[in-house]
């Protein structure tokens, strides 16, 4: 799950120097990850997952990593 | 100048032939056409010599920056020119002379500056120095860039290692709208071109209010820079945060604009608000493309009866945003974008403008928001930077463009207005209206 969402993140939504070196806990909002490229995220995750994610959790703690998002889509499958 | 093929240095992306329709529509209306500004406001004049050199280096980089903008046949390039215009120009306030006046009316006579098309430089960089105030302007025409590439050319100028200078434009891809549309079929195409257009004729089903209709023609633009202080602009994101959510900031500045002239001009007729704004196809942080535009449109539209309430039209507006992007009518603008730069401009700009139904405004006002500018204050050369704001010309109606941006921490408005359809009075009270609902002092 982490590869495909970090595939989407940096192919699509923000540009780093070297994506390897980018660590699972690394925060993406201080990379640039901006309000639309978190939008199409959540829609990315939803059509790749099947999950909904509800708006009224889309805050930074939810976005900040590939770790937090791998645990909120994880919380949200287990539903 | 000898136009022939030879001449070409780049063809016109369609995003570029887009904002070349709104170059059009603005020189019909009278006015300057597509002219926009980024302005840094200076502790101290720079290091002259240093910054003449990084400007020499970014044309010779980028010749499309002195090239000329040439049809031929449908399509419109950049086209080399005999004798390159100049880039760099300075102008000094005399010693007895006002400081801030100078500025501001250096800048809108910058902003104001009339010329042919084809001879208009795509790129000018204006130093105003003086004993009280400096400031350093970078002018360009909207197809040779968009607010993402001017911010690009300014960290390239302000970037003092020329190994880091080298890696600006890199790496090198084709305009980003052909690389999205090249991510579809035929098929798709054609079923976002039909969804685009749905979209947009379910827009026009509300006639647009334009917030200043007095009758006038207009003559110039003027522009307003009202700044946030650090705790109003942490305010205001906290209730962006609480209105909106982490994904719509853009949105609680259009929302509380809508709501603002709506309490300016409650009379004024028509049955919603309806304000496009582009976004970004440029990863954040990417160091490339400088040069083009690279955006898509999309609109956010509030009836009247929404905007009324505070808890209703925020819910809305993001509700649209959500639904927009869930159905993909973000990109659905490519498609026609493409279909259009094979319109003539006239046709393309009658588009882009009026309603399908009642062939009037779509727009009640342009909107831009470029977020926070990751720019360290030290890094111009020679001189700390203190403050930063956007211009641009607009059409008339709606006469009206709002930029935002946080530079520092600190929440920045210009306000762009084309007179006498709107006054410099009339754009205080909307300010006064708009910081009332930025910071939630209204239900």
């Known amino acids: 799950m982490k590869k495909k969402l970090r595939d989407f993140i940096f192919q699509e939504l923000v540009f780093v120097t070297d994506p390897k070196r980018f660590g699972d806990d690394d925060d993406l909002l201080e990379a640039g990850l901006d309000s639309m490229g978190i939008m199409r995220l959540i829609m990315f995750i939803e059509n790749e997952h099947g ?23 994880l919380r949200h499958k287990k539903e | 100048m000898n136009i022939n093929k030879g001449n070409i240095l780049e063809k016109l992306n369609p995003a570029d032939c887009f904002t070349l329709a709104m170059d059009e529509e603005i020189r019909r209306d009278g006015l300057a056409g597509s002219q ?15 910054l003449q050199q990084r400007i020499s280096e970014f044309s010779q980089r980028f010749p499309v920056a002195q090239a000329s903008l040439q049809q031929i046949g449908r399509h419109f390039y950049w086209c080399k020119r005999d004798a390159p215009p100049p880039l760099f120009f300075q102008h000094h306030c005399p010693n007895d002379g006002n400081g801030v006046d100078f500025q501001q009316a250096t800048i809108a006579r910058l902003m104001n500056h009339k010329q042919a098309r084809e001879t208009t430089p795509p790129i000018e960089f204006h130093l105003l120095t003086g004993t009280t105030r400096n400031a350093f302007v970078i002018r360009w025409i909207h197809p040779f860039c968009d607010a993402r590439g001017a911010d690009l050319i300014l960290k390239f100028l302000c970037t003092a290692d020329d190994a880091q200078r080298q890696q600006f434009g890199l790496p090198a891809t084709a305009p980003l709208v052909n690389v999205q549309l090249g991510k579809y079929r035929w098929w798709q195409k054609i079923n976002l071109l039909l969804k685009g257009k749905r979209y947009i004729t379910k827009l026009d089903s509300l006639q647009s209010i334009q917030p200043f209709a007095n009758g006038q023609p207009p003559q110039r633009l003027n522009y307003s820079v009202q700044r946030l202080s650090v705790a109003q602009t942490e305010q205001v994101n906290k209730l962006a945060r609480q209105y909106v959510g982490l994904t719509g900031t853009s949105l609680y500045y259009i929302g509380c604009l809508m709501r603002a002239l709506e309490k300016l001009q409650p009379d004024n007729p028509g049955e919603a608000y309806c304000a496009p ?16 535009n ?10 009247r009866s929404m905007v009324k309430d505070r808890q209703q039209l925020f819910g809305h507006l993001k509700q649209q945003n959500t639904q927009v992007i869930r159905q993909q009518l973000d990109y659905a603008f490519l498609p026609l974008m493409w279909a ?3 319109l003539s401009l006239a046709e393309y700009g009658k588009t882009l403008r009026l309603s399908y139904g009642s062939g009037k405004e779509r727009s009640s006002f342009w909107f831009s928001d470029i977020g926070q500018l990751n720019l360290l204050a030290d890094s111009f050369p020679g001189a700390e930077i203190t403050g930063l704001f956007h211009t641009c010309q607009v059409t008339a109606p709606p006469a009206l463009a709002l930029l935002c941006c946080i530079y520092q921490s600190q929440l920045t408005l210009s306000y762009n207005f084309v007179e006498p359809i709107s006054t410099p009075e009339e754009i205080g009270k909307l300010h006064q209206l708009m910081l009332a609902e930025l910071l939630g002092e209204t239900q």
């Open chain 2, 36 to 50: 926009c500004g980024l302005v840094l406001e200076l502790s101290n004049c720079p290091d002259i010599t240093a």
């Open chain 2, 277 to 292: 704004y582009a976004f970004n196809l440029r990863k954040q942080r990417a160091l490339s493309p400088m040069i083009g």
């Open chain 2, 294 to 303: 690279h955006v898509c449109a999309l609109f956010a539209q509030a009836p």
């Open chain 1, 51 to 73: 999950v909904t994610l509800p708006d009224t959790e889309i805050e930074p703690d939810n976005v900040r990593s590939l770790n937090a998002l791998e645990h909120w889509i």
């Open chain 2, 340 to 342: 259009g730069s094979w």
